[in-house]
């Protein structure tokens, strides 16, 4: 299962809202790395799993894509493009 925002200023604005509620803080240059290294790491995830699934949680959860083995549906090329 891959969580996917599309945007990391996103990432970086959900996280002053958790630090608003009282949750924990995490340094923005981390928020990007870690942004941009799960990015990265699905493509070794797809294919280290039997079944994947990736979700676009930017606006509520949106199916962009699933797949096992040799098999891959999109669901949302838009989202799949901008992952990928």
Same mark, same amino acid.
């Given at each position: 299962?891959?969580?996917? /925002?599309?945007? =990391?200023? @996103? *990432? &970086? %604005?959900?996280?002053?809202?958790? =630090? !608003?509620? #009282? #949750?924990? !803080? &995490?340094?923005?240059?981390?928020?990007?790395?870690?942004? $941009?290294?799960?990015?990265?790491? @699905?493509? /070794? $995830?797809?294919?280290? =799993?039997?079944?994947? $699934? *990736? /979700?676009?949680?930017?606006? #509520? @959860?949106?199916? &962009? *894509? %699933? #797949?096992?083995?040799?098999?891959?549906?999109?669901?949302?090329? %838009? !989202?799949? *493009?901008? /992952?990928?």
């Amino acid at each position: 299962m891959f969580f996917w /925002l599309n945007d =990391v200023e @996103l *990432a &970086i %604005e959900r996280v002053k809202i958790r =630090v !608003s509620e #009282g #949750g924990h !803080s &995490i340094p923005e240059d981390v928020i990007r790395r870690r942004y $941009f290294k799960g990015i990265q790491n @699905l493509k /070794l $995830f797809i294919q280290a =799993v039997d079944f994947w $699934f *990736a /979700l676009n949680n930017s606006a #509520g @959860l949106k199916f &962009i *894509a %699933e #797949g096992k083995k040799n098999e891959m549906i999109i669901f949302d090329n %838009e !989202s799949w *493009a901008k /992952l990928k």
